[in-house]
């Protein structure tokens, strides 16, 4: 199971954390991966971190800005966001990498989603 | 404009089949990636329906299957039933972008 915490309205300009805590497998094991979904529009790629948490990668849009880290001992994933835009206005998913994907990632379970709304 | 592109809307009646394609280029589909497909419930997270496209997860029924030929993969559902009403999104990964990509989702209509 997986659980986003830390959505919520922020002005432009802004900073917010959230948090996705994963249960019932062993959270080290996986990538994890987060997912946006603006109103009313289609899933857009955000991050990804290794397992380890020693590599990790962004989309262009949010690349410098983003931070995603993890804490394995408390099965906690992260998403920095800084200097929000409307433009990060969306549901926001972790997801769990499957294993069995190797060559390219997909994601076997996803978490309820934390609505971010960036707005003055 | 999402790198793959997918038509907005399909529908079809009860117990019909209906494809919904994704149509990329040389840089993603093209070259060789996966293509995986999620169904999305209207108020729900996304559900892997079909990975490697044409692998499916335990508990997805039979009357969904995936293919792929050149820069583009199709989804088909046959034996269409009320509960398939849904948004239905592929997803790879760009070459050229470096980056995990999905189509603009397409919204299947049971009549």
């Known amino acids: 199971q997986l659980l986003e915490s830390g959505g919520g309205l922020v002005q432009p300009g802004g900073s917010l954390r959230l948090s996705c805590t994963g249960s019932g497998f062993t959270f080290s094991n996986y990538a994890m991966t987060w997912v946006r979904q603006p109103p009313g529009r289609g899933l857009g790629w955000v991050s990804v971190?290794?397992?380890?948490?020693?590599?990790?990668y962004y989309a262009d849009s949010v690349k410098g800005r983003f931070t995603i880290s993890r804490d394995n001992a408390k099965n906690t994933l992260y998403l920095q966001m800084n200097s929000l835009t409307a433009e990060d206005t969306a549901l926001y998913y972790c997801a769990k990498n499957a294993l069995h994907c190797t060559t390219t990632a997909c994601y076997v379970e996803w978490g309820q989603g934390t609505l971010v709304t960036v707005s003055s | 404009q999402s790198v793959l592109t997918q038509p907005p809307s399909v529908s079809g009646a009860p117990g019909q089949r209906v494809t919904i394609s994704c149509t990329g280029s040389?840089?993603?589909?093209?070259?060789?990636?996966?293509i995986h497909w999620y169904q999305q419930v209207p108020g729900t997270a996304p559900k892997l329906l079909i990975s490697g496209y044409n692998n499916r997860p335990s508990g997805v029924p039979a009357r969904f299957s995936g293919s792929k030929s050149g820069t583009s993969a199709s989804l088909a559902i046959t034996g269409l039933q009320a509960e398939d009403e849904a948004d239905y999104y592929c997803q790879s990964y760009d070459t050229s972008l470096s980056a995990v990509v999905f189509g603009g989702g397409t919204k299947v209509t049971v009549l």
């Open positions: 971190i290794t397992g380890s948490g020693d590599a990790t």
């Open positions: 040389s840089s993603n589909i093209g070259a060789g990636h996966d």
